[in-house]
């Protein structure tokens, strides 16, 4: 760190790197910045003990004597143990602090909670107060106001982008009415009563028997599969239907086909009233009309006649759809404290965590735990509609894996005698170079002829 007496830092003395600098990466990688980092040092050093000397006025700097030295008593030299405790210690100095450096200042009032919407407003409220009051109109080119784009032309709608997709807890977000924490049945205890622990069981076998129930039904919907001789006549039955339609075909229906095509054949002549017959009709709808008329009256003096009925009829309507009102909120009440299906998977319920009577002992110690706290604490975000429900993803092989045995693994025991017969020449070698290590220090002492004809030898074999 550069000081204020303006030391030279180690790195300046360092001999400059030189390199290419045809490309503006490589002038900026081998630009020398030590002057500027030196100078950038030295400023932070002098805002840390005061601010910067240029800046202060020479009143600052500068201060005028006009005092007269009064001497002093001559004072008594301080003993070892007096210095000791005038001594003050690193530690000290460092929790004392910098008195050039100035205490963050508290926020005054009480703090408010994050508002995104309050700080826009405060600031669009600070812009407004900021524009000039002048009395002609100017035009901001900044301050755009959003435009349809499509003019109203449904043909252009398909233009304009779309808003992202928002995950449907976050877009309508439902909380669920649902505890933070559950408390568990009695019989869940370490230690539980009799009765409380026999319920609890009969509640998990109660699960267990419907959940067996369900796979029941799932097992006898699921197609059964019979022996191979079934599945083959099967297939077979499945080929030949529809063919004794196309080969067999009856009289009657080859009779009826051909009366139904001369009836669509013939063309179809208009039907001609007689003035008879539209004055028949016309009687006959007024006569029609006259009726419904007499039924409407008389239906009419039947309910005046019936008031008292029809308002107890009315005062049963009324309960029986406050029934339905009161049915509707329970129901409600009810889904919420069910979780929402906030993915593509439905939520369910996780087993009840127990011990059964043998499992259960008489000290903490030997005491196993059941279930995982964090566990625990997942399910519950995922039934307050928190998080959404998901399942462990198993891994999936685009392509099966292919087994193939090698011809090595094939021919094992030829592999293995030819390893034996290796090992059989490997050793005979080894004992024939023995032998002639042994005969060396022999062929030493014979003459030179001799060895001029062991040598021939020995290229004739």
Do not use: C
């Amino acid at each position: 760190m550069a000081t204020a007496t303006g030391a030279i830092s180690a790195h300046k003395m360092k001999r400059m790197k030189r390199g290419s600098r045809n490309k503006k990466q490589n002038m900026r990688k081998h630009i020398d910045m030590a002057g500027v980092e030196d100078l950038i040092d030295e400023q932070r050093f002098q805002e840390r003990t005061g601010g910067s000397v240029k800046t202060k006025s020479d009143k600052a700097l500068f201060s005028m004597d006009t005092g007269v030295d009064v001497p002093s008593k001559p004072t008594k030299p301080l003993s070892r143990k007096a210095k000791a405790r005038a001594k003050v210690l690193k530690a000290d100095q460092v929790v004392a602090g910098n008195q050039h450096i100035k205490p963050v200042a508290k926020a005054s009032g009480k703090t408010r909670e994050f508002s995104l919407d309050r700080v826009l407003k405060e600031k669009r409220a600070d812009r407004v107060a900021a524009k000039p009051k002048t009395a002609t109109a100017v035009d901001d080119v900044w301050d755009h106001v959003e435009e349809d784009p499509t003019n109203g032309d449904p043909y252009l709608a398909h233009l304009v982008p779309g808003k992202p997709d928002v995950p449907d807890s976050i877009a309508n977000p439902m909380p669920s009415s649902a505890p933070t924490v559950e408390l568990q049945q009695a019989g869940q205890s370490y230690n539980p009563l009799y009765e409380d622990h026999q319920a609890l069981l009969a509640a998990a076998v109660e699960t267990e028997l419907q959940e067996e129930e369900r796979n029941k039904r799932w097992r006898a919907a699921a197609p059964k599969v019979g022996s191979k001789e079934q599945e083959r006549i099967a297939m077979l039955r499945e080929l030949r239907r529809g063919v004794d339609e196309f080969v067999r075909v009856d009289l009657e229906d080859v009779m009826a086909s051909e009366d139904e095509e001369e009836a669509e054949a013939a063309p179809l002549q208009p039907v001609v009233r007689t003035r008879a017959q539209k004055l028949a009709e016309e009687k006959h709808k007024a006569l029609n009309d006259q009726k419904a008329v007499a039924k409407q009256r008389k239906r009419q003096a039947t309910d005046l006649d019936r008031i008292e009925a029809i308002s107890n009829e009315m005062t049963k309507l009324a309960r029986r759809q406050a029934r339905k009102v009161a049915v509707k909120r329970a129901q409600k009440a009810e889904r919420a404290l069910n979780p929402r299906q906030l993915s593509k998977y439905n939520h369910s319920e996780s087993k009840l965590d127990l011990k059964t009577t043998d499992e259960l002992v008489g000290s903490l110690r030997q005491l196993q735990p059941e279930g995982s706290l964090v566990k625990d604490r997942l399910r519950s975000f995922q039934r307050r509609n928190i998080l959404e429900y998901r399942i462990h993803a198993s891994q999936r092989r685009r392509y099966p894996v292919k087994w193939i045995t090698n011809r090595a693994h094939k021919n094992f025991d030829l592999n293995l005698r030819i390893k034996h017969e290796a090992a059989a020449k490997a050793a005979k070698r080894a004992e024939k170079q023995a032998k002639h290590a042994a005969l060396a220090p022999a062929a030493k002492t014979t003459t030179g002829k001799t060895k001029t004809k062991r040598r021939k030898v020995k290229r004739k074999e």
